[in-house]
Structure formats: C-alpha cells, structure tokens
C-alpha cells in the first residue's frame, strides 16, 4: 500500500492551477495539501493554458511537503485524458475525479494514471486518487466508489453540486447536507479511507465557519476543503489533539495494555469507565497529535 495513502489531511486548499500567483507559494500558509483545479475554475478556451502552468508549478516549486492533488475535469469532457498526463508527467501527488457516481468511473481513472506514470518513468502505484461525490446517486453509491480501487484515499464532498441536485441550496445550518455527510463518513469507515467535507464560501462569518468544523470533526470526518487561507488555522485547531486530550489516550493505551496483561477488561481512567473499545480510538488520537506535530510523549 502507498504509505500516503493515510497521511494528514486536515486540510485542502483550492487553488486554480492557471494563476501563477496562486499557485506558486501556497505552502506558506502550511495546508496539509493544495488542490490544482483544472475543473471549474478554469475556462473552456483556457484548459491548454492551465495545464501548460500546472505542469511548470509541479516541476519548478518546492511545495515543502505540501500533497499536491490535481482536480481533473470530469469523465464526460474531452479534457481528462490529457489532464491526467500532464498531473502524472508533472509528478502530482493524487488526481481528484469531480462528479463521481460509479466505481467503473474511479477504476477508468486509474488506468490512465497507470499508463501515464508509465509512459512518464514514475514508480506504479504513485499517484493516489480522490473521488468528489456531487450528486445524490453519488451519495448512494458511495460505499461502492470507496471500495474501487487501491489507489483511493478518500472522498469529497461537493455540497453545491449536490444541493442542486437535491433541488435545494446551501443555507448555513446544515441541514441539506446532514444526509450526504452522514451516508459518506459511514462508507469511508466501512471502506477504511478517509473522508472530507465541502467548503464554506461565506468568508466573512468565521464563526459559522468554526461552527460547521467543530460539527463535521465530531461527525468523524478527515479534515476539510478550503477556499481561503484564513479558514487554516481554524480547521487545524479543531481537528489537532489537545494536550489534554493526548496525555488521556497515553493514560487509556497504558492502561488497557497493563490491564490486558493481567486479565483486567473493565477499570477507571480519571473516573472514566474504560474497556478495550476506547484502545483503537486513543492510539488513533496518539497517531494524530504526532501527525500534526504536537506529540511529546513517548508512545
């Protein structure tokens, strides 16, 4: 398996791929990943152009660990083929499918990466994929696109795309994506991939940002996509352990493995009942604090 497969993501920046002054230092800001968008912020008369830009920002830049994904445009343009050559001759990091609602779909992708990293001299298996669910047939078919292929790392939310096709809109309480969210985070937990949810666009109420983080983090989901710089740090707060919260997995995973030892299955941590069940969910928060940087422990 591709070690990145699983790295953090907390957050995906978009940025579209033709504009120089986007694309060429936004590590600055410390994204766990940038999103190249050959799609919707590109137009028709301009895909030629964006790739050629694309191309020269993966060679050329140091992102600084930054995981650069490139969004694709859909399977039913005449731009994707090419898209992904140029991604994969450039040496991006995953391909993100917009609008996907079959496995046959992420598995068409996957060829072409396969060929292309070929054609190109980049190590087989490389370039990881995400798939973007933008529709409600998307939506019920999410399990089914989660478990397409070895390549897949997660899927996306697309809430505009997906209001619409659910004949209604964003309107900032979340209710007209509980559904879709909820249906996505399951299957990526029953596929074992990770799972991000869709921008917000309303830069000036960052409290309704933080809002919808804190919501989607207790949902379980991986991290965020982004459209502003600003929105970083919020979304990092959020999704990175506390101390608090890292010194009581260390107590929990001491515990169980000590209690196991001795045939102990039920017993206290700070006046919490605690069993086996809590062991994964601790080293989880363990693997995460050292992920984001914050661990200083010794487990």
């Known amino acids: 398996m591709n070690p990145n497969k699983k790295r953090l993501r907390r957050t995906m920046m978009f940025l579209n791929a033709q504009k120089p002054g986007l694309v060429k230092d936004p590590y600055i800001y410390n994204p766990d990943s940038i999103m190249l968008d050959l799609e919707d912020a590109v137009a028709e008369n301009q895909k030629d152009v964006a790739r050629f830009s694309l191309y020269h920002a993966l060679k050329e830049i140091d992102y600084r660990g930054c995981e650069r994904v490139v969004r694709i445009n859909g399977l039913d343009t005449a731009y994707w083929k090419e898209d992904i050559r140029c991604a994969v001759a450039g040496g991006c990091d995953a391909i993100r ?73 964003i309107t900032g309480t979340g209710v007209e994506l509980m ?97 086996i069940a809590f062991y994964d969910g601790a080293k989880r928060t363990i693997e995460l604090a050292k992920a984001s940087g914050v661990y200083k422990g010794e487990l």
């Open 97 to 169: 499918i917009p609008k996907t609602e079959t496995p046959e779909e992420v598995r068409a992708v996957e060829a072409e990466i396969a060929m292309a990293e070929k054609d190109f001299n980049i190590p087989v298996g490389r370039t990881l994929i995400m798939a973007a669910i933008e529709s409600a047939r998307g939506v019920m078919k999410a399990l089914d696109v989660c478990e397409s292929s070895e390549r897949l790392f997660g899927i996306a939310l697309s809430g505009g795309d997906y209001t619409k096709d659910l004949q209604t809109r």
């Open 179 to 275: 559904g879709a969210r909820q249906n996505m985070i399951i299957a990526a937990r029953a596929a074992k991939v990770q799972c991000f949810d869709t921008v917000f666009t309303d830069l000036d109420n960052m409290d309704g940002f933080r809002k919808e983080v804190e919501t989607i983090h207790l949902m379980g989901f991986d991290g965020k996509s982004i459209v502003n710089p600003r929105q970083i740090p919020v979304v990092h707060d959020i999704f990175t352990p506390t101390q608090k919260d890292i010194i009581f997995a260390e107590k929990v995973v001491k515990e169980i493995e000590d209690k196991r030892e001795k045939g102990i299955g039920v017993f206290t941590v700070d006046g919490k009942m605690i069993d």
